[in-house]
């Protein structure tokens, strides 16, 4: 599913609200997880998972064209975990351990 796809979804499942305001929720919603996430801050979302942004050191990497070593700098990275209830459902109501 794309954005628009689930601003659509949102759209049609409450017909009392108008599909601009339904588009701006949606990007408020985004807008307001990224913010949190660049200031380092985890994002749950009781259910459905958490966000949360690791940090990757620098390191020595290859180059798998040529084999050259090469230098990668450190980054930040966005990692998601997903919640108790959306694992239970995909797995069809079982948890497997």
Known sequence: MIKSELIHRIANANPHLYHRDVERIVKVVFDEIVEALSRGDRVELRGFGAFTVKHRASRQGRNPRTGK?????????????????????????????
């Open 69 to 97: 070593t090469v230098s990668v700098e450190e980054k930040f990275v966005p990692f998601f975990k997903t919640g108790k209830e959306l694992r239970e459902r995909l797995n069809g109501g079982k948890e497997n351990h």
